[in-house]
């Protein structure tokens, strides 16, 4: 039995597109009773319950086809953007879920394809210059203020674009000093007065390093202690019992 589960588990289907086959063949149509919902609920919790036991996240296939070529034009703009940064002095460390990426499975999360990375406010200037200047020279990549979408993010997340293809490569976030002492935020979370990730520096600096798809990139020094403070428990499959892990905010490419 358990051989069986494994086999439809770890199939050809990724397992946030698994879930949506079981929802999408529960209903012919969007629901209109709360009571469906609860149900659809019950089943994602029960198939996180079961992915859980009887798979090991680190074993996941990792991406085939039109994600696999998304996430190897990411990766070259993370090692073009990355090598600016080294090269200007200017600390970065891999974050979010390409963190997770990196420590996990040694690259790109089977079913992940977006790449962020993080620098502290003091180097903001630079990094919108260098990377400003050194990156983007032409008329097909443009470094790109999620203010254009929402003012109140101004100079707080910045997200590399190509114009031509449409494609949003990564996203670079401020790292701010919060009132408390030697700890820092992102910056967007303050700004939207959302709940702050609180950091110590301490857990960040000195800087390590890890491979990522068999590049070197710096990381938080206590990685393990980091991604906690952000997901919890981060070496099981995200809960579809939430919504997808989507950005909250998406820049509209189209109209760049």
């Known amino acids: 039995m358990k051989k069986i589960i494994v086999q439809l588990?770890?199939?050809?289907?990724?397992f946030k597109h698994l879930r949506?086959?079981?929802?999408n063949t529960m209903l012919a149509e969007k629901p209109t009773n709360k009571n469906i919902y609860k149900e659809i609920k019950l089943l994602n919790y029960k198939l996180?319950?079961?992915m859980n036991h009887y798979i090991d996240i680190k074993s996941a296939r990792p991406a085939t086809g039109i994600l696999k070529a998304n996430q190897e034009q990411r990766f070259e703009a993370l090692k073009k953007v990355t090598k600016i940064l080294d090269d200007n002095n200017i600390d970065y460390?891999?974050?979010?879920?390409?963190?997770?990426?990196?420590?996990?499975h040694g690259g790109w999360i089977p079913w992940d394809n977006d790449i962020d990375i993080?620098?502290?406010?003091?180097?903001?200037?630079?990094v919108k210059n260098v990377v400003g200047g050194g990156y983007i020279n032409d008329e097909i990549h443009k470094l790109v203020d999620v203010s254009t979408i929402n003012n109140e993010l101004k100079d707080s997340?910045?997200?590399?674009?190509?114009?031509?293809?449409?494609i949003h490569l990564l996203d670079i976030y401020a790292m701010v000093e919060?009132?408390?002492t030697n700890t820092l935020t992102y910056e967007f979370q303050l700004r939207n007065k959302k709940t702050c990730n609180i950091i110590k520096k301490s857990t960040i600096f000195p800087l390590s390093s890890a491979k990522f798809e068999g590049v070197t990139f710096k990381i938080p020094g206590n990685y393990d202690k980091y991604l906690n403070i952000l997901y919890g428990d981060y070496n099981i499959f995200p809960s579809s019992t939430k919504d997808d892990a989507e950005s909250e905010r998406r820049i509209r490419i189209k109209d760049i």
């Open 157 to 166: 997340i910045y997200s590399l674009i190509n114009v031509n293809q449409h």
């Open 48 to 50: 996180d319950l079961l």
């Open 9 to 14: 588990l770890t199939c050809l289907i990724p």
């Open 20 to 23: 949506r086959y079981c929802r």
């Open 178 to 180: 919060y009132p408390t």
């Open 93 to 104: 460390w891999l974050d979010w879920g390409t963190l997770i990426g990196a420590v996990r």
């Open 118 to 126: 993080s620098v502290q406010k003091k180097d903001w200037e630079n």
